[in-house]
């Protein structure tokens, strides 16, 4: 089982950026896909983007796209989400999580290809 935690939420102003990182336990981080998700009040957990192993390969939900970046440094087991020209609708719980298959990139987002999920860092964003 990998820890995961993450960090960089915070209250920032629309139009803003933020940086979140995700801090991977364990010697196998660069063997799996990894993803961010997020969750605001009242609604359900909602892709944002996903990184092949080497980081050769990206995906992003489209309420995102052009805005945030996901990048990862396998030799810090370390997990990036850059994200810009942030809108209200933004503020919500993001989680990162790690894909339940190793060695697999897939452009399948849903929850259920995740199975080791984070705590969660709080984002807002006020108009």
């Known amino acids: 089982q990998v820890q995961l935690v993450e960090s960089g939420g915070g209250l920032v102003q629309a139009g803003g950026s933020l940086r979140l990182s995700c801090a991977a336990s364990g010697r196998t981080f660069g063997s799996y896909s990894m993803g961010w998700f997020r969750q605001a009040p009242g609604k359900e957990r909602e892709f944002v983007a996903a990184?092949?192993?080497?980081?050769?390969?990206?995906g992003y939900g489209d309420s995102v796209k052009g805005r945030f970046t996901i990048s990862r440094d396998n030799a810090k087991n370390s997990l990036y989400l850059q994200m810009s020209s942030l809108k209200p609708e933004d503020t919500a719980i993001y989680f990162c999580?790690?894909?339940?298959?190793?060695?697999?990139?897939?452009?399948?987002?849903?929850?259920?290809?995740?199975?080791?999920w984070g705590q969660g860092t709080q984002v807002s964003v006020s108009s």
């Open positions: 990184i092949s192993m080497s980081g050769t390969y990206t």
């Open positions: 999580a790690r894909n339940r298959r190793i060695y697999i990139w897939s452009s399948d987002y849903s929850e259920g290809e995740y199975d080791n």
